[in-house]
């Protein structure tokens, strides 16, 4: 009988050790599963610290790369109060916005800036709410409500007609541009080392998340190009990691006639117009020719 029962128990330690492995596996696969779920979900509660980096502290300003300026505060549609700087030309051929990335602040601008005052423009250079002096939180349609502040300034005090007006923006602030010259008529767009729309970016930099799900944010370029028709240049770098060249070339492809494609050496941050005189040749050459009704 020891042995009889021997030969029975056997088989039911074995089924039992099998039962505890894929209890074992079922629970760690639950606990990956809701492991995921949570970083999922807080990636969705947070995405807005994923896009805007903003610094409040001005490391320096105009004056102090010897241009005058004016210290301004704007008022938006919504009413919140955003902080810009206006750098007059003497005999300015037009008026440019500058729309900047996604981090840092207007301080951080001032050496594009001076090449655009040097090639004769006026030049408005504002911060996104939550960036240095300005008030309230990021948002997509806050940044793009900030735009339009910067705008009507230059409409209503200083007297400037659209057709004398250039729009600019780089990285985050090329979709902030693009919006912009979509609400509005601008006699140009500059757009340099942008995005299709953050799904793309996002689908590139978390191939792993399900990102379609997870972005409340969309800065979708891509379908609003098609609908602007004034003259377009983009502007991109070879060796961009962070937005790749290909990246930027199917924005412009997208965009409506008429437009531009200027491919500098650089990465995200180390190529653009400034990269050499001979780009920032290139843009001022496209934006006299625009300005003068010669792109068509």
């Not at 990335?101 to 006026?122: C, H, K, M, P, Q």
């Not at 339009?148 to 602030?173: M, P």
């Not at 937005?243 to 494609?261: D, H, I, M």
């Amino acid at each position: 009988m020891a042995n009889s029962e021997d030969a029975i128990s056997a088989p039911k330690a074995g089924v039992n050790e099998t039962t505890r492995r894929r209890f074992r596996a079922g629970r760690l696969l639950v606990i990956a599963s809701l492991s995921y779920l949570g970083v999922c979900g807080l990636i969705h509660l947070l995405q807005s610290r994923l896009i805007y980096f903003p610094t409040r502290a001005y490391d320096a300003t105009p004056k102090d790369i010897g241009l005058e300026f004016e210290d301004l505060t704007l008022t938006t549609d919504d009413g919140v109060a955003i902080a810009a700087w206006y750098i007059p030309c003497a005999g300015a051929k037009a008026s440019l916005i500058f729309c900047h990335g996604n981090a840092g602040n207007i301080s951080d601008r001032l050496e594009s800036v001076a090449v655009f005052n040097r090639a004769g423009y006026n030049v408005l250079l504002f911060d996104y709410r939550g960036y240095g002096r300005s008030e309230g939180r990021p948002t997509e349609e806050g940044t793009y409500r900030d735009a339009e502040a910067a705008w009507d300034f230059l409409v209503n005090n200083k007297g400037q007609s659209a057709d004398r007006i250039v729009v600019f923006g780089r990285s985050l602030g090329g979709a902030v541009a693009i919006e912009l010259a979509k609400r509005r008529t601008p006699a140009a767009l500059v757009v340099e080392s942008s995005f299709t729309n953050l799904l793309d970016i996002g689908r590139l930099h978390y191939p792993l998340l399900p990102v379609r799900w997870l972005l409340s944010y969309r800065y979708d370029s891509l379908g609003k190009v098609p609908h602007i028709l004034c003259p377009k240049l983009f502007i991109h770098g070879a060796e961009d990691s962070l937005v790749p060249l290909a990246n930027g070339r199917t924005l412009f492809a997208a965009a409506a006639e008429p437009k531009e494609f200027l491919e500098t050496p650089g990465g995200h941050n180390t190529g653009g117009f400034i990269q050499s005189p001979t780009f920032t040749a290139r843009l001022t050459d496209f934006l006299d020719r625009a300005l003068s009704g010669q792109i068509h």
